[in-house]
């Protein structure tokens, strides 16, 4: 979720009703009204919560047309049911909900068309970007301004290898279409190209969509501040490093 004190926005909605508004209690958040609901992409870890959130925000969903395609085939009937606007976007594309700008970012994904977010306002700029198998030139590039992002570091390589996924499954992971090792993301926090390396002025360095199977809190945390311990001195990472979880809701970020 990303608010100003114009505009609301939600980004996915994975969870269904009853565990979104108790998430949102932890952090002391009653929300009435959403301005749009923005969906990366149809995996139901994504999309599951949709048709419940629809109806109760009754919020315009942005999705591109592909992704709603086959949203429409994994959702229920009930999907089509509590639209109440929908709005066609694209990979690319620059588009204005409220007072926020967002640009949309084609990801590589076994997906039917994922996306990930960047959003501005204000002077401030924060990026979504889960569920990809490498960091393409374009989306560092398009990270290099930010204040905040939210990054996949999904899986430890050891551990995916030994784990118990079948083999078939951890090929899936491995692939250029499904996602981020930390090992991957170590290497891009550890440099400091001015074009397509990690911008170390980012305030808020978030990792997220960690394996339950795959992963740990710790080991993506090690591998990471192991990465940004090689940066040279005079591009030293001065924010904050987070570890985002999936069974409790994050504190709340001010921008």
């Not at 139901?44 to 629809?54: K, T, V, Y």
């Not at 949203?71 to 976007?89: D, V």
């Amino acid at each position: 979720m990303l608010e100003t004190e114009r505009t609301r926005l939600v980004v996915d909605c994975g969870l269904g009703k009853r565990e979104t508004l108790a998430r949102l209690a932890a952090i002391e958040k009653n929300v009435d009204h959403v301005d749009g609901i923005l969906i990366t992409h149809e995996h139901i870890d994504h999309c599951n919560g949709l048709p419940q959130m629809l109806g109760m925000w009754k919020a315009p969903l942005y999705v591109t047309g592909a992704t709603m395609e086959a949203l429409r085939r994994t959702l229920p009937e009930t999907l089509e049911k509590r639209l109440r606007g929908l709005e066609s976007i694209e990979a690319g594309q620059q588009f204005t909900i409220g007072d926020i700008e967002v640009h949309a970012l084609r990801l590589p994904h076994d997906a039917a068309d994922p996306i990930g977010f960047t959003f501005r306002t204000n002077g401030t700029k924060v990026a979504i970007v889960t569920d990809l198998g490498y960091l393409p030139t374009h989306v560092k590039v398009h990270l290099r301004e930010v204040d905040c992002v939210i990054l996949e570091s999904n899986h430890d390589l050891e551990m995916l290898k030994v784990g118990p996924y079948p083999w078939l499954v951890k090929q899936r992971v491995l692939s250029k279409y499904g996602h981020l090792s930390n090992h991957a993301v170590s290497e891009y926090l550890a440099d400091a190209d001015e074009v397509t390396g990690f911008n170390e002025k980012v305030r808020y360095l978030v990792l997220a969509h960690l394996s339950q199977e795959n992963n740990n809190p710790y080991t993506a945390e090690i591998s990471a501040k192991e990465a940004l311990s090689r940066r040279p001195a005079e591009h030293a990472f001065v924010g904050e490093l987070l570890i985002a979880s999936q069974e409790k809701p994050m504190r709340t970020l001010e921008l």
